[in-house]
């Protein structure tokens, strides 16, 4: 590249004069200056170090969402996994039901932010679209006395959905922004699997009190259960726990427990990553079953040990926030 008369170089990052390096770059239409992070490192040796990382963060920040709080929301828990399959929707369907069942006090809503798969719906049997306010604001559909949204109710329940990425943010910008919910204690969003657009969206916009996560003991699941992890912590979400789901098989003729997809996986990685474990749920024909009539197991089996395990998965997330508020 020809040489051209502009000056010192200076980096598009921090604004620093740069040395003459093979590693810097011209961007001929926006006429600035790249660094690679080779070249980052060695300017940021010596005492400039602590005002080069500040101004790095600084720099960051220009383009990222200032977080608005939903109104009339007190606290909002994500559940997420890393992979697709693990039980996640089943599981954020029955912390919900489970926070309002171990405290009646409380009011607690449901919103389904897996825009391609919507599971909310048929989970909690419910059909039809939302009613608008006055406002222009959707009412929630409602069902065993939690307020739901989804992607479900505003379209044809085989209808795919082929969207690109700027019409999914659109897609959760409304569903976050223009649903009445009223007064509600806890927001359980059941997040879509992975680490994609829609989490770094709802994780931007909105603060979270905590995110919960879900795997099965199966090593290829923990993988992606650890990236989830890592990623909330990257974007400063609290990760409250991991949830160990389809943790042990009950034969029911001869009760032989067996550990289907291997024993103690999600234990194992909370450990690694310094969380807790919530609980765990057995895999049990029970949870299918009443999941694929629309009546999930705390409301229809109140009495039984898998309704017990969200329960007590609700407790646990309960504490867990009450320990972040007290240390914040």
């Known amino acids: 590249m020809a040489a051209l008369a502009l000056g010192p170089l200076r980096s598009a990052l921090c604004g620093r004069a740069l040395p003459l390096s093979p590693c810097v770059r011209l961007r ?8 690679c992070p080779c070249c980052c490192v060695e300017q940021s040796s010596g005492h ?20 608005k709080a939903i109104a009339g929301v007190k606290q909002v828990i994500v559940v997420a996994s890393g992979k697709g399959g693990v039980g996640k929707s089943t599981t954020a369907v029955n912390l919900a039901l489970g926070l309002a069942a171990n405290d009646s006090s409380k009011a607690v809503g449901l919103l389904d932010a897996d825009v391609y798969g919507p599971s909310v719906p048929k989970l909690m049997n419910l059909t039809g679209n939302p009613e608008l306010t006055e406002k222009n604001l959707m009412r929630p ?8 949204m989804s992607m479900g109710f505003l379209v044809e329940e085989t209808a795919p959905i082929v969207w690109r990425g700027l019409m999914v943010m659109s897609a959760i910008e409304k569903l976050l ?13 059941d997040m879509p699997p992975g680490t994609g657009d829609v989490q770094l969206s709802i994780t931007q916009n909105i603060p979270i009190a905590g995110a919960v996560i879900v795997s099965t003991p199966q090593d ?4 992606d259960a650890r990236r989830g992890a890592e990623m909330f912590r990257k974007v400063n979400v609290p990760v409250l726990g991991l949830v160990q789901n389809m943790s042990v098989f009950c034969c029911p003729k001869c009760q032989t427990m067996t550990h289907i997809f291997g024993a103690d996986g999600a234990r194992e990685l909370a450990s690694t ?3 807790k474990v919530l609980g765990d749920v057995p895999l049990h024909v029970n949870i299918r079953e009443m999941c694929d009539r629309g009546r999930p197991v705390v409301v229809s089996s109140p009495e039984s040990p898998e309704a ?3 329960r007590n998965i609700a407790s646990a997330v309960v504490q867990q926030l009450a ?6």
Not at 48 to 67: I, T
Not at 323 to 328: H, K, N, V
């Open 273 to 275: 990553l310094g969380v």
């Open 177 to 189: 922004r223009q649903v009445d919910w009223g007064s509600l204690d806890y927001l359980v969003i």
């Open 48 to 67: 400039g170090d602590a005002s080069l990382k500040e101004r790095q963060r600084q720099h960051m920040a220009r383009g990222l969402p200032k977080q």
């Open 141 to 148: 559909l409602v069902n065993f006395g939690i307020p739901c």
């Open 28 to 35: 001929p239409r926006l006429k600035t200056f790249l660094l």
């Open 220 to 223: 290829i699941a923990l993988l």
């Open 323 to 328: 320990e972040l508020s007290g240390s914040a």
């Open 308 to 310: 017990e395990a969200y």
